[in-house]
């Protein structure tokens, strides 16, 4: 992956002069003062894991201790995160990176970690945008990559379930089970880059969720290396032995254990594709329509709603500009995947239904140019980062009757916030992952960098960042959907999970991670 962005250094490209024009015509976007830096003039401090640590280590796993290894560990994927790297920022670089190749490892390597007392950091695609690389800052740290993690162990075509190691990527676990008929369903904007351990320990949840559901939905059973040993779990489909003990591990983000394989349920591969576009006069409109759907079917395995912004954003292609009307109304798209003959049936009683609620049909070529380009946002993000604009997201979810007061809500919060410091913004939101109790908001926001009185652009969207967080707990939602909670979200999970299950929360690692070396400061409530 790109040391200071996202992906594919190759699939980088520069921010259209049409749309640079209309970012500083309409949010007062000025070019960056100054280029990021170089690969080569980035500096690091020295590392501080004293040789007989880094000989102990080393006996048990491969370490690595160079300046670029420990640079392309540090941090994660948020725009704070990128604007640090890019900044030359290295404070928080591993003074290490292990890459064990084996449970039996991993087990190893916490041994003498808790032992010498270095902090581990997991590390799977590097793909969080919640502060979950960022732990507190502890004498010792090192990047526990497990990236040689990445085989396919079993697949049961009975059960319809396959074992699958943590460090296999999305695009390596989806070519692997192809190769037996099977998929997982998981493509989230991440998928070409996270991993399946990164999947569970975040609680991730893929673009084709409401036909595939959540990953966590999808693990039947998982293995973690703790520091004071092995912890399995998941032996039957369900099960009334006490609590699920899974939950532990889904969505602990490495402050507990290390997940080193999950157990999934899998699909047959879908014979046949289709999306398509419907248009709705209103975010409203659109939103109760995919209630419908949600509640009393039928359910498309892709149902993904833009309000107006995101809407007109969406379609405002350079060359297309000066044709773009001002009531475009807001996009819902739609996806079907299945059996040859059970698409058509599918999207048949789909657009029956959208009609009779008020969706206009729009062919196929939005469902498909979605398609085409789900996995692009992150590029665009570093392109209007290069341009000098700042871009960011946040999501959460809610009751549907909670719906419309959450999403003004916040919307507010980030509008007023930005605008009072000079940068007002583009807010932009979509529901992408339905259920029959409600739905997950994701917003996007983008605005000149800002920074008054030579505040820099990250204090200056922090504090956007805390008035949509403290918005979202107001109104009724969860602090987080599906990006996790790392060290961004940590204080406003505290009051989301109150005093008895923070508690609780200290108590599992007081009891797993004794001497507390697993992602210090992320999750738990210090």
Not at 72 to 81: A, E, K, Q, V, Y
Not at 316 to 322: C, E, G, I, N, V
């Amino acid at each position: 992956m790109l040391w200071n962005g996202w992906g594919d250094p190759a699939k980088a490209a520069p921010l259209p002069q049409d749309v640079a024009v209309l970012l500083r015509d309409l949010l007062g976007v000025a070019p960056a003062a100054e280029a990021p830096l170089d690969l080569a003039d980035v500096a690091l401090p020295a590392s501080r894991l004293a040789d007989p640590v880094h000989a102990a280590l080393a006996a048990v796993a491969e370490v690595r201790r160079d300046d670029e290894t420990r640079l392309r560990h540090t941090r994660g994927r948020s725009t704070p995160d990128l604007l640090r790297i890019r900044a030359g920022e290295t404070a928080d670089a591993p003074d290490a990176v292990v890459l064990p190749a084996s449970h039996e490892e991993v087990l190893a390597v916490l041994r003498v970690c808790a032992r010498h007392a270095v902090s581990v950091v997991p590390f799977g695609g590097g793909t969080s945008v919640v502060g979950g690389l960022t732990p507190r800052r502890t004498d010792r740290v090192v990047a526990l990559d497990l990236r040689r993690l990445d085989r396919v162990l079993a697949v049961d075509p009975v059960s319809r379930t396959a074992v699958l190691q943590a460090g296999l990527r999305g695009p390596d676990a989806e070519r692997l089970l192809a190769a037996k008929g099977f998929t997982l369903g998981h493509f989230p904007q991440s998928f070409e880059w996270a991993t399946v351990g990164g999947f569970a320990a975040a609680r991730g949840s893929g673009q084709a969720s409401a036909g595939y559901g959540r990953f966590d939905e999808m693990v039947v059973a998982l293995t973690a290396a703790t520091p004071t040993g092995t912890l399995e779990t998941g032996r039957a489909p369900r099960s009334a032995a006490g609590p699920d003990l899974r939950q532990l591990l889904l969505g602990s983000e490495g402050a507990f254990g290390v997940i080193t394989s999950v157990t999934v349920r899998v699909r047959p591969l879908p014979e046949a594709r289709r999306y398509e576009g419907w248009r709705f006069p209103s975010f409203d409109s659109g939103a109760r329509a995919m209630r419908r759907l949600a509640q009393d079917g039928p359910l498309p395995t892709v149902l993904r709603l833009s309000d107006e912004a995101e809407t007109m954003v969406g379609l405002a292609r350079p060359q297309t500009l000066s044709d773009l009307a001002a009531d475009a109304g807001c996009l819902l798209l739609a996806g079907y995947e299945g059996t040859a003959d059970g698409v058509p049936r599918l999207r048949e009683r789909t657009g029956e239904a959208l009609r009779a609620l008020g969706g206009q049909p729009l062919g196929d070529e939005p469902g498909e140019q979605w398609a085409q380009g789900r996995y692009a946002a992150p590029y665009l993000r570093d392109s209007l980062l290069g341009a000098g604009a700042f871009a960011e997201t946040l999501e959460t979810a809610v009751f549907w009757s909670g719906i419309p007061r959450l999403y003004a809500a916040v919307r507010e919060a980030l509008t007023s916030t930005l605008t009072e410091a000079g940068t007002p913004p583009l807010v932009m939101c979509h529901i992408s992952h339905v259920y029959e109790t409600g739905a997950s908001l994701y917003f996007t926001v983008v605005s000149a960098q800002g920074g008054a009185a030579g505040d820099g652009p990250l204090a200056h969207w922090q504090r956007a960042k805390q008035a949509a967080n403290d918005a979202i707990l107001a109104n009724g939602g969860t602090i987080s959907h599906h990006h996790g909670v790392g060290t961004d979200h940590r204080d406003w999970y505290a009051r989301e999970a109150g005093p008895v299950g923070v508690e609780i929360l200290r108590a599992v690692k007081a009891r797993l991670d004794p001497a507390g070396i697993l992602n210090p400061g992320v999750l738990v409530p210090e």
